[in-house]
């Protein structure tokens, strides 16, 4: 004989159901740690600077060798200029005019390459050795972050924009002006520049403001000195600072890049990459940016100075 079937439960006696399955766990996933860029057009500028100043040295004109001049017998000779005449250790102003010093008669007849060579010259070793410990301790850190394009750009065009407020500085046009400094300090405006568009993704806000602030007031400080070029400071540092709204923008905290979404997750509270403010700042500053180059360069070429005796500025 078979067995009897189980009896069923007794619904009217209340017997509880199964509990429901859980729901499937949604997806992980934790979007990739940012690396950093290789850093290389920096070192690059760094020994292009290096190279430039010993050429120059070979190069510089000495008149009187035996008695006036300090020698160094590398690679055939390196000559600076004595002491009294150069207390930086560098060339003679001839020399630095020959190879491309930035003197605004020279640009209002048609030298316009002046205004970008002349940041590769520098008025003597103190001066290189000032400049290029600036530019490692500001521009390394800038291009691993922001990759060798924008900080490429960024310091020539903030060069750029030293060497016109420069010209547009000396009226007289007595100046001889070399140096990187108009670029570093388009790199240090940039960093300030980019502390406030990328606000929102920063911890302890307030105290890298000021300490970026405190760090811009010193430097400009040093264009108080004697024979130092404080307009090409103040011309880089103008550009650098609008071109940093530009070039430097990251994307807002929280954001998430959607190929790194795995298929099926919904997101919610989904961000856009920047914040409104962000898009008002660059577009202002490419704006004033483009406006503030036109202008300049439009009032040099209309401008002449009268010719006088020129001397040397370092910037």
């Not at 020698?71 to 004595?82: I, T, Y």
Request: glycine share 8%; net charge positive.
């Amino acid at each position: 004989m078979g067995k009897r079937p189980p009896i069923p439960p007794d619904i009217e006696k209340g017997t509880p159901p199964l509990p429901p399955l859980p729901p499937p766990a949604r997806p992980q996933f934790r979007p990739p740690v940012p690396v950093p860029w290789y850093a290389w057009l920096v070192p690059l500028i760094f020994a292009a600077n290096f190279i430039t100043f010993a050429t120059t040295m070979y190069l510089n004109d000495c008149p009187s060798r035996s008695d006036n001049c300090l020698l160094f017998d590398v690679l055939g000779r390196l000559s600076f200029q004595p002491i009294k005449e150069n207390m930086l250790l560098g060339p003679s102003i001839p020399t630095l005019r020959r190879l491309g010093a930035l003197e605004r008669r020279l640009v209002e007849e048609g030298e316009k390459w002046r205004l970008i060579s002349c940041i590769w010259l520098h008025g003597g070793l103190l001066h290189l050795l000032a400049n290029m410990i600036s530019l490692l301790c500001i521009g390394m850190r800038l291009e691993q972050e922001f990759g060798f394009l924008r900080i490429g750009a960024l310091y020539v065009i903030s060069g750029l924009g030293g060497s016109i407020m420069s010209c547009l500085k000396d009226s007289r046009g007595e100046r001889v002006s070399v140096g990187a400094s108009g670029a570093l300090f388009g790199l240090l405006g940039a960093m300030l520049s980019e502390l406030i568009t990328n606000w929102t993704i920063y911890e302890n806000k307030c105290t890298s403001l000021m300490t970026l602030i405190l760090i811009i007031a010193l430097n400009l400080s040093v264009g108080l000195l004697p024979r130092v070029d404080n307009s090409a400071h103040c011309g880089g540092f103008l550009a650098g600072f609008f071109l940093g709204f530009v070039l430097l923008l990251r994307p807002q905290y929280g954001y998430v890049n959607p190929k790194y979404i795995p298929p099926g997750y919904d997101v919610k509270h989904k961000k856009s990459r920047h914040k409104c403010y962000q898009h008002v700042f660059r577009i202002t500053s490419l704006a004033i940016l483009l406006a503030g180059f036109i202008a300049g360069y439009t009032k040099l070429l209309r401008e002449h100075t009268a010719e006088s005796v020129p001397f040397r500025d370092v910037n």
